[in-house]
């Protein structure tokens, strides 16, 4: 009989909720027309996205006609920033980003250093928080955009963003956070947030893949980055996925009716997981312990163990976690978020990321940190 597999990589994607599924395929039956068709069976694909989009905005706390539906958060990214670019003048074409980003922010600012735009970095903290004197410190009359993580794919810490918001106010910046990795495992209110765009996707909170939401503020200058239909008012061309943003809404809305039920008992396992390994494990060290985290993930280091290394040998022990961002698997160079941190870069490469989903059990969190202890010690002798 086979060993048992414990998928400890809920941040790079989730099991989908059989209650999803369900979802989706009862309205592929009922829905199946294209929601642009003027007929009948057009008329219910149409009524079916429609109420989806007000469920998502709604749960978020956003104005539905403000959600734009994507292919997934990445490509969220990629328009807002591109699409609100293109209409900064000249004069005031900076960028300013959070040190570690996801690379789909990061990538996307590479592009606009290409055409002409200067990059300003805020670092971070010891703890992965964004260092406020660093804020107060950027050029705040010069800047034309600015874009931050809300909480970190790879060490789950979860920044304040209230002084952003009130500068980007004051200096009248549009300004984009990516809520990916908080959406359906916190509390997300972008209305309080207060973002000029925000992107987000559901497959890291068992919701279906292949769709995400961009938030737009309704009125700022945006050019979309696509074109060849007039979906999503214009702004994000092509046929509408209407069974995705159902499965979308219907994970949102599971979450949120027992949201506090989940979110203590997934932040009891991380805990119970941390505690575990700390005594089977030592010396080990929590990346981001001394700030707010998502409930859910744990960046460790383990002193005298390369990561890759482990990371194959847990593979082979059936524990399923990651070296960083699984959008920059393939990658040897160590967490560009944990060299941001001041981590030295043997460190950094000794580091993994374990993110827990709901559907865990306690029996199952010991089996793993006794799985993970026995490989780490053995690769340190």
Known sequence: MPRPVFYLDANATTPTDPRVWDAMRRVSE????????????????????????????????????????TSGATESTNLALLGMAASIPAEKRTLAISAGEHPATSETAERLQKQGWRIQTIPLDAAGRMIPEAIEALPWSELGLLAVLYANNETGVIQDLTRIRELCSEYDIPWHVDVTQAVGRIPVSLR????????????????????????????????????????????????????????????????????DEYTTRVRSLRDRFEHQLTELAAPLVINGLGAERLPNTSNMTFPGVEGEALLIALDLEGVCCSLGSACASGSVEPSPVLLAMGIETEAAKSSMRFSLHRELTEDEIDEACRRIAAAVNRLRQ
């Open 30 to 69: 009922i829905a199946y027309g294209n929601p642009g068709s003027s007929h009948q069976i057009g008329r219910k694909a149409r009524q079916a996205l429609e109420d989806s989009r007000e469920s998502i905005a709604r749960i978020l706390e956003a104005a539905p006609k403000e959600l734009i539906f």
């Open 192 to 259: 309080n947030i207060g973002a000029t765009a925000a992107s987000f996707g559901v497959h890291k909170c068992h919701g279906p893949r292949g769709i995400g939401g961009l938030v737009l503020t309704e009125g700022v200058p945006f050019v979309p980055e696509m074109v060849g239909g007039f979906q999503e008012l214009s702004r994000r061309p092509g046929t509408e996925a209407v069974a995705l943003a159902a499965g979308m809404a219907t994970a949102l809305e599971i979450w949120q009716a027992q949201q």
